[in-house]
């Protein structure tokens, strides 16, 4: 550790910063040495010299963020420099969620693809990988600033095998889905999604997805999943996602955990209460948005639920993209449910959630931090730029929530931890060199519901895999992310 006396040069030493290394343990002072893309050393450096040398006294290093659940499937491809997300933090992202990934290629209806698919894409364009094989290629052709890795959506699967979305599939339909599956898992997808809340996978049984899920046990990969509910019968919801969990084996992911609808809530106390006790039988987790909105596509069940709406995208109607769709109803001189009619395909933020309930279920252990932010929406929730420096400034020095420690330990090593990403999320020596250098009094979100594209303040400086990839508050341009395997 120590390397005050030796005359190692590294190519980047990073000097006197507060070290928070992801494990949760208390911070330390200490030098941190960075050599052909991994963490050389980290100790009393005093001796050692680099090619670059960063003055970080007074500053905070932790590992790079880990983004549990985005939707980042298209834009690692689009606008590779990945600038929402390293200008957080963020080093790696988890794609694929919800049940939609952007590969296998899904059929177009009427030339584009089918609700909630169009959150990836709206043209179809990008919809070009046969096989998961093909896009995992593609993004390893062309990468990001950030690492990835990446889940087969079941909602894809459905739309492919199946004639009609609106029923139960059939044995053979789950037998070619389940082909679609294995062919994911041996390409190097983490595991499988679910977006059973939305209309093209409602209709799916529970057995159903079972039985397309089967390939995740050889391999142990993960099964993520957008409950059913989050509402009224949101316990049942999580005893069905157990179930799959338990009859295949895998670790459960329980995404963007939330209790909705005035009536629902405080009950963040009793799912809790559940996911914790199952957590002892079976495993186990959950991630979360530090935000009482959500945000997806616009429809009627949601809208109703909600206590404001705010149109996130239109492609009938673009120039009310930003507003209230209370306002945007009497400019249209119709009710809410026909605005919502006359805007189709769209997007939309739903306030439906309680702020004790949000914190309550932040602050419980297990809980890793996503964003599942939408980087195509023309205006988007402000979590997709937001998301970590929220948690550091507004829940950790605003409000005590939890210690800076724990708050990153939720950003980094948890998450790599269940996500099975090997030598992410610490720092340590011999691991890659995924590293933020911060301001720990400074660091808080700037991205707000009026203005929702804004870099947060006190990040200083972004390495992925030791190239920086935000500096001087813009992206570099380097882009040396690469696809992640899980290591159960």
Same mark, same amino acid.
């Given at each position: 550790?120590?390397?005050?006396?030796? !005359?190692?040069? +590294?190519?980047?030493?990073?000097?006197?910063?507060?070290?928070?290394?992801?494990?949760?343990?208390?911070?330390?002072?200490?030098?941190?040495?960075?050599?052909?893309?991994?963490?050389?050393?980290?100790?009393?450096?005093?001796?050692?010299?680099?090619?670059?040398?960063?003055?970080?006294?007074?500053?905070?290093?932790?590992?790079?963020?880990?983004?549990?659940?985005?939707?980042?499937?298209?834009?690692?491809?689009?606008?590779?420099?990945?600038?929402?997300?390293?200008?957080?933090?963020?080093?790696?992202?988890?794609?694929?969620?919800?049940g939609i990934s952007l590969a296998p290629m899904p059929p177009l209806r009427d030339g584009v693809p089918v609700p909630p698919l169009d959150l990836l894409d709206g043209s179809g364009r990008w919809y070009r990988y046969p096989r998961f094989r093909d896009y995992l290629d593609g993004l390893r052709a062309q990468p990001a600033a950030t690492n990835c890795a990446m889940l087969v959506g079941h909602t894809n699967l459905r739309v492919i095998e199946m004639d009609d979305i609106g029923r139960p599939a059939t044995d053979s339909e789950v037998l070619r889905m389940r082909a679609h599956v294995e062919e994911a898992m041996e390409a190097g997808a983490i595991g499988v999604s679910t977006g059973l809340a939305y209309a093209p996978s409602a209709a799916a049984t529970i057995e159903e997805v079972i039985e397309v899920c089967r390939p995740l046990s050889a391999r142990q990969g993960l099964y993520c999943t957008h409950m059913r509910d989050e509402g009224d019968t949101v316990m049942?919801?999580?005893?069905?996602?157990?179930?799959?969990?338990?009859?295949?084996?895998?670790?459960?992911?329980?995404?963007?955990?939330?209790?909705?609808?005035?009536?629902?809530?405080?009950?963040?106390?009793?799912?809790?209460?559940?996911?914790?006790?199952?957590?002892?039988?079976?495993?186990?987790?959950?991630?979360? +948005?530090? +935000?009482?909105?959500?945000?997806?596509?616009?429809?009627?069940?949601?809208?109703?639920?909600?206590?404001?709406?705010?149109?996130?995208?239109?492609r009938t109607l673009p120039?009310?993209?930003?507003?209230?769709?209370?306002?945007?109803?009497?400019?249209?001189?119709?009710?809410?449910?026909?605005?919502?009619?006359?805007?189709?395909?769209?997007?939309?933020?739903?306030?439906?959630?309680?702020?004790?309930?949000?914190?309550?279920?932040?602050?419980?252990?297990?809980?890793?931090? !996503?964003?599942?932010?939408?980087?195509? %929406?023309?205006?988007?929730?402000?979590?997709?730029w937001g998301t970590f420096p929220r948690v550091l400034g507004h829940y950790v020095r605003g409000l005590g929530l939890f210690a800076l420690e724990k708050a990153v330990h939720k950003m980094? !090593?948890?998450?790599?931890?269940?996500?099975?990403?090997?030598?992410?999320?610490?720092?340590?020596?011999?691991?890659?060199?995924?590293?933020?250098?911060? %301001?720990?009094?400074?660091?808080? %979100?700037?991205?707000?519901?009026?203005?929702?594209?804004a870099a947060s303040a006190g990040i200083h400086t972004v390495w992925t895999n030791g190239q920086a990839v935000w500096r001087n508050g813009q992206p570099t341009g380097a882009r040396p992310g690469q696809v992640l395997h899980r290591t159960p």
């Open positions: 550790m120590n390397d005050s006396r030796g !005359g190692n040069t +590294y190519d980047i030493l990073i000097r006197g910063a507060e070290v928070v290394d992801g494990t949760g343990t208390p911070r330390y002072t200490a030098d941190l040495a960075i050599a052909g893309g991994l963490i050389a050393r980290i100790g009393d450096l005093s001796g050692a010299r680099g090619r670059e040398e960063v003055a970080a006294q007074g500053l905070t290093l932790t590992p790079g963020f880990i983004d549990a659940h985005t939707h980042d499937d298209r834009v690692m491809l689009s606008d590779g420099g990945m600038a929402a997300k390293v200008s957080q933090g963020v080093t790696t992202v988890i794609g694929g969620n919800c049942e919801s999580l005893e069905e996602s157990f179930r799959v969990g338990r009859e295949l084996g895998v670790p459960v992911v329980i995404s963007h955990h939330k209790v909705v609808g005035m009536a629902n809530h405080g009950r963040s106390v009793e799912t809790l209460a559940r996911i914790s006790a199952q957590m002892k039988r079976q495993a186990i987790c959950l991630d979360c +948005y530090p +935000y009482n909105a959500s945000s997806t596509i616009l429809t009627h069940d949601l809208v109703d639920g909600a206590s404001r709406v705010i149109v996130t995208w239109s120039q009310y993209t930003g507003r209230d769709l209370d306002e945007v109803a009497r400019e249209l001189g119709c009710g809410l449910h026909e605005a919502v009619d006359r805007l189709q395909p769209a997007g939309a933020i739903y306030f439906r959630m309680d702020d004790a309930d949000v914190q309550r279920i932040l602050q419980f252990d297990e809980t890793m931090i !996503g964003s599942d932010g939408l980087p195509h %929406d023309e205006k988007p929730h402000p979590r997709l980094t !090593g948890l998450t790599a931890a269940r996500f099975g990403l090997a030598g992410r999320g610490v720092l340590r020596e011999g691991a890659p060199a995924d590293v933020v250098l911060l %301001d720990a009094g400074r660091v808080e %979100d700037r991205a707000t519901f009026a203005q929702p594209v």
